[in-house]
Every structure is written in structure tokens, then in C-alpha cells.
């Protein structure tokens, strides 16, 4: 991106591997989109069109989100580098960076790493990483649109879920680290008043409708597969679970309280940051059905209390999570490190200009 040196704001270009849904919408926010080839994380024919592209753009500061290796390429086009860290976790999906030495060495090319929440930032600071490098910008999340009770009692019905029925709403990737499985037990412990409906896809959905089937769970919980309405269904929801065994900061549970609605969420990393309990939902230990259940219980014979933490998340959201905050936050971060670039460049020169006056003096 090139920054206005006057203070009017950034130009933005986004390369992304491969077109489809993101490149559609960005393109539909009249956003400038350069496609790069998709040949995995960091595949040879990418690199080279995205140095290709650095070179025609000249940016200021190149925002990476998940590429190491764009990240030199970056910083050899000249340009400062600003990292987005948004888990914890690297064992789950690149084991390379497990090796201190090997994420110390492709850090030295970031000028910046910006993460989502306290948690994320003390996890990265055990691992040696500058703590001066390291800024919180919490997640941003759009308000919730106006919308009228008989839209949302439609969607109850098109879900078929019963109008008087306490809706828990989750969603999210069906995978083990998610604690579907847990809130299911969960969910069999609760009255038969309490339904759940369960938004995503994974590779254990099919393992997960076996278990709600084994609890006699087939007529309280719906498995709607993937949904782009998803704020919808949190809007006609009671209450939204978010049962990870690990999450640095769930989003949904940001959209969800942008509706209104109160959370329950695992003592997990970044989650205590943005679910605050009593205040804004209730938070629980990680893998336990039980205390889940409790929540739950707690909220289905208290609607009056779910009402009142949903409505002080909305509040929260508001003020802590729009989206003008975070971009002003990010941008703040862009001039910042540009200024300390140039003057690191400034004071690199003054030596050599001090010593070319002196010989040109004698």
C-alpha cells in the first residue's frame, strides 16, 4: 500500500492467490485486486508474480497475513513489512515455524506483527519475539442491520426450530478443536425446550450427526451444513456457543454480540478478552460438558438474563470492535514503522554526508 504523507489516508492494492468469493467481493467494493496463481502457501510461480508486483507498485508497506517468505520479498523490494499473527498454535498447520531458530530469522524481515488479543501477543513474546514489535488491534465486526421480529421468526421456521424453543446457535469448522462434540453432550444434559442449530462443514460432520443421533439429539439439533447467513441465524438465536478448546479470538463470537446476543465461550486464550463473564456472556473451562451445560441451563431458565448480557455485548461491540477503530489503529502502526524507516535512512546518511563535507572543506 502507498501512504499519503499528508495524512489523507492509504491506497490499497490486495494480491490474492486465485480468484473466487474474496476476490468477488473486494472487487464489488471497487477495491484494486491483483490475483496472483494459487501453487499452494508459497509456490515459486506466486513468489516471482508477487515480486513482479511489488516492483510495478513500489509500495510503502507491504500487510501480509500467513507468508513468510512474501515477507522477504518484500522487504528486499524496500518496502516495511507488517505481519498479521492470528494464532497461537503453529503445531496445527505449519510445523516448520516450531523451529525458534527458523521463525527468529523470516521475523527479522517484519517490521511489525499485529495480533488479535493480549493472549497472542504473550504467547509471541515467549518465544522470543521483540515485545516493542508486537501490537494488539482487536478485531473489527460491521453493527448489526435493522431487522424485524417477523423476518426472524421466518428463518426460525425455515430452520425448523420451534418458536418457543431456546435456540443456542453455533458456528464454525467441524473440526475436533472447535468442542462441537462437547456442546452436544452438553446439549444432552439440557431440557428438551433447548435447541441448537450448527452452521459449518468439516471432516467431522459426519462423525458429530452420529453422536447427536446416539444422544437422541436428531430432533434439537439441526446440522445446516455452511451458511453465508449466519448473523442472521445468530439474530433469531437465544444465545451462540463458542466451545473451541483453543481460539485466540473467535470472531463469531464478535458478530454474535454485535447481534445482541449473549456468548458462552471456553477460558481459551483471547476469548476472556471479548466474552467478559457475567457481563457480556459466561465463560467456561475448555472440554467440559458439564459446565457447559450449566451455562446453558442457567441461561434457558434465566431469558431475562440472556436478554441483558446480549444487550451489554452489543454495547461492547460497539464502542471496542467497529471497524473505523480498527483501520485507525492499523494505520496509526503503517506511518509509524515508515517514519522510523526514514529515519533509520536519514541517520544512515548523516555520516557519510558529514564525511564527503569535510573532504570537500579541505
Same mark, same amino acid.
Given at each position: 500500500?502507498?501512504?499519503?504523507?499528508?495524512?489523507?489516508?492509504?491506497?490499497?492494492?490486495?494480491?490474492?492467490?486465485?480468484?473466487?468469493?474474496?476476490?468477488?467481493?473486494?472487487?464489488? &467494493?471497487?477495491?484494486?485486486?491483483?490475483?496472483?496463481?494459487?501453487?499452494?502457501?508459497?509456490?515459486?510461480?506466486?513468489?516471482?508474480?508477487?515480486?513482479?508486483?511489488?516492483?510495478?507498485?513500489?509500495?510503502?508497506?507491504?500487510?501480509?497475513?500467513?507468508?513468510?517468505?512474501?515477507?522477504?520479498?518484500?522487504?528486499?523490494?524496500?518496502?516495511?513489512?507488517?505481519?498479521?499473527?492470528?494464532?497461537?498454535?503453529?503445531?496445527?498447520? #505449519?510445523?516448520?515455524?516450531?523451529?525458534?531458530?527458523?521463525?527468529?530469522?523470516?521475523? &527479522?524481515?517484519?517490521?511489525?506483527?499485529?495480533?488479535?488479543?493480549?493472549?497472542?501477543?504473550?504467547?509471541?513474546?515467549?518465544?522470543?519475539?521483540?515485545?516493542?514489535?508486537?501490537?494488539?488491534?482487536?478485531?473489527?465486526?460491521?453493527?448489526?442491520?435493522?431487522?424485524?421480529?417477523?423476518?426472524?421468526?421466518?428463518?426460525?421456521?425455515?430452520?425448523?426450530?420451534?418458536?418457543?424453543?431456546?435456540?443456542?446457535?453455533?458456528?464454525?469448522?467441524?473440526?475436533?478443536?472447535?468442542?462441537?462434540?462437547?456442546?452436544?453432550?452438553?446439549?444432552?444434559?439440557?431440557?428438551? !425446550?433447548?435447541?441448537?442449530?450448527?452452521?459449518?462443514?468439516?471432516?467431522?460432520?459426519?462423525?458429530?450427526? #452420529?453422536?447427536?443421533?446416539?444422544?437422541?439429539?436428531?430432533?434439537?439439533?439441526?446440522? !445446516?451444513?455452511?451458511?453465508?447467513?449466519?448473523?442472521?441465524?445468530?439474530?433469531?438465536?437465544?444465545?451462540?456457543?463458542?466451545?473451541?478448546?483453543?481460539?485466540?479470538?473467535?470472531?463469531?463470537?464478535?458478530?454474535?454480540?454485535?447481534?445482541?446476543?449473549?456468548?458462552?465461550? !471456553?477460558?481459551?486464550?483471547?476469548?476472556?478478552?471479548?466474552?467478559?463473564?457475567?457481563?457480556?456472556?459466561?465463560?467456561?473451562?475448555?472440554?467440559?460438558?458439564?459446565?457447559?451445560?450449566?451455562?446453558?441451563?442457567?441461561?434457558?431458565?434465566?431469558?431475562?438474563?440472556?436478554?441483558?448480557?446480549?444487550?451489554?455485548?452489543?454495547?461492547?461491540?460497539?464502542? &471496542?470492535?467497529?471497524?473505523?477503530?480498527?483501520?485507525?489503529?492499523?494505520?496509526?502502526?503503517? #506511518?509509524?514503522?515508515?517514519?522510523?524507516?526514514?529515519?533509520?535512512?536519514?541517520?544512515?546518511?548523516?555520516?557519510?554526508?558529514?564525511?564527503?563535507?569535510?573532504?570537500?572543506?579541505?
Amino acid at each position: 500500500m502507498l501512504l499519503d504523507n499528508a495524512g489523507g489516508g492509504c491506497e490499497h492494492t490486495v494480491a490474492i492467490r486465485g480468484s473466487g468469493p474474496l476476490a468477488n467481493a473486494l472487487n464489488e &467494493r471497487a477495491a484494486n485486486v491483483a490475483v496472483l496463481p494459487r501453487m499452494g502457501r508459497a509456490g515459486p510461480l506466486a513468489l516471482v508474480r508477487f515480486a513482479a508486483l511489488l516492483r510495478r507498485l513500489r509500495p510503502h508497506v507491504v500487510h501480509i497475513y500467513g507468508g513468510r517468505l512474501e515477507a522477504l520479498a518484500a522487504r528486499a523490494a524496500g518496502a516495511c513489512v507488517v505481519e498479521r499473527k492470528n494464532v497461537c498454535r503453529n503445531a496445527y498447520y #505449519r510445523p516448520l515455524l516450531n523451529f525458534r531458530w527458523a521463525d527468529r530469522l523470516l521475523n &527479522r524481515a517484519v517490521d511489525a506483527s499485529i495480533v488479535p488479543s493480549m493472549a497472542v501477543k504473550q504467547h509471541f513474546v515467549q518465544r522470543g519475539y521483540p515485545p516493542a514489535k508486537m501490537h494488539v488491534v482487536y478485531n473489527g465486526v460491521e453493527p448489526a442491520p435493522e431487522r424485524r421480529q417477523e423476518q426472524l421468526g421466518l428463518l426460525r421456521t425455515h430452520l425448523g426450530v420451534p418458536q418457543d424453543a431456546f435456540l443456542v446457535a453455533f458456528a464454525g469448522r467441524l473440526v475436533p478443536e472447535k468442542g462441537v462434540a462437547f456442546l452436544l453432550n452438553a446439549l444432552a444434559r439440557s431440557p428438551e !425446550t433447548a435447541c441448537c442449530v450448527i452452521m459449518g462443514d468439516g471432516p467431522i460432520a459426519d462423525d458429530l450427526r #452420529r453422536q447427536a443421533a446416539g444422544l437422541d439429539l436428531h430432533r434439537r439439533v439441526i446440522f !445446516t451444513g455452511y451458511r453465508e447467513d449466519v448473523r442472521d441465524v445468530f439474530a433469531c438465536a437465544d444465545i451462540v456457543a463458542v466451545p473451541s478448546l483453543f481460539d485466540t479470538l473467535a470472531n463469531v463470537a464478535l458478530e454474535a454480540m454485535a447481534e445482541g446476543k449473549a456468548v458462552i465461550a !471456553t477460558q481459551v486464550e483471547g476469548m476472556p478478552e471479548v466474552v467478559e463473564h457475567g457481563v457480556t456472556g459466561l465463560i467456561v473451562p475448555p472440554g467440559d460438558a458439564d459446565a457447559l451445560a450449566g451455562a446453558i441451563n442457567l441461561l434457558a431458565a434465566s431469558p431475562k438474563q440472556a436478554r441483558s448480557l446480549g444487550a451489554e455485548a452489543r454495547q461492547r461491540t460497539l464502542a &471496542r470492535h467497529a471497524p473505523a477503530r480498527m483501520a485507525r489503529e492499523t494505520e496509526e502502526i503503517y #506511518r509509524n514503522i515508515v517514519m522510523d524507516a526514514q529515519e533509520r535512512e536519514y541517520e544512515c546518511h548523516q555520516p557519510h554526508q558529514a564525511r564527503a563535507l569535510k573532504r570537500h572543506s579541505s
